[in-house]
């Protein structure tokens, strides 16, 4: 059965970064892309970004290019996000993700950040 766990949250001034690391289980981590998805308090989850099997192409929503990196290491079954410049706007529960919409997600890592 999948399981994918998060990890690296936390508080932060605006400006600081975080890093974020997710570890994949019971299923081939190395075949799928993989996503980032977030939900900040009374919002739908929102797509951040996704990256390839290989690691060849990436993706960024509009709100968070230019900051956000995501990236994988096959061999760990890990997946990473990190961010940059961080703003309060960014303040939401963050999610890896088997799939674009966030139907099969693990249980999130809260990042809070303050101005």
């Known amino acids: 059965q999948p399981q994918l766990v998060e990890s690296g949250g936390g508080a932060v001034q605006a400006g600081g970064s975080l890093r974020l690391s997710c570890v994949a289980s019971g299923f081939s981590f190395s075949i799928y892309y993989m996503y980032w998805v977030r939900q900040a308090p009374g919002k739908e989850l929102e797509w951040i970004s996704e990256i390839n099997p290989s690691s060849t192409i990436t993706s960024y929503a509009d709100s968070v290019k230019g900051r956000f990196t995501t990236s994988r290491d096959n061999a760990k079954n890990t997946l990473y996000l990190q961010m940059n410049n961080l703003k309060p706007e960014d303040t939401a529960l963050y999610f890896c993700?088997?799939?674009?919409?966030?139907?099969?997600r693990g249980q999130g890592t809260q990042v809070t950040v303050s101005s």
């Open positions: 993700s088997q799939n674009r919409v966030g139907t099969s």
